[in-house]
């Protein structure tokens, strides 16, 4: 299982940015897909996760209304859409993938809100 984040870099206030999480080595659209973050200090929290056909999505308080997670099953991708930025949403993004009995992360990307 190899997952690899990219897209992130540093982008004013109210900026956008997309990041993407490309999956191999499994069977991408049986599980659920996730996007975590890690801000220095704080402890490592859940985003938003989507299910495998892409019908289900949930969101943390924090990012409702402004992140919008999905995924192309066709090119084993997962995305998460980032808008209406916020300093507060600086931190290091992972993706994540859950497939019994291990937890798989990507490396990260780190995402920068600032002016």
């Known amino acids: 299982v190899q997952l690899v984040e990219s897209g992130g870099g540093l982008v004013q206030p109210g900026g956008s940015l997309r990041l993407s999480c490309a999956a191999s080595?499994?069977?991408?659209?049986?599980?659920?897909m996730s996007w975590y973050r890690q801000a220095p200090g704080k402890e490592r929290e859940l985003v938003a996760s989507?299910?495998?056909?892409?019908?289900?999505?949930n969101y943390a308080d924090s990012v409702k209304g402004r992140f919008t997670i999905s995924r192309d099953n066709a090119r084993n991708t997962v995305y998460l859409q980032m808008n209406s930025l916020k300093p507060e949403d600086t931190a290091q993004y992972y993706c994540n993938t859950r497939i019994y009995p291990s937890i798989y992360w990507g490396q990260g990307t780190q995402v920068t809100v600032s002016s």
């Open positions: 989507i299910s495998g056909t892409g019908g289900t999505t």
């Open positions: 080595g499994f069977t991408f659209s049986n599980y659920i």
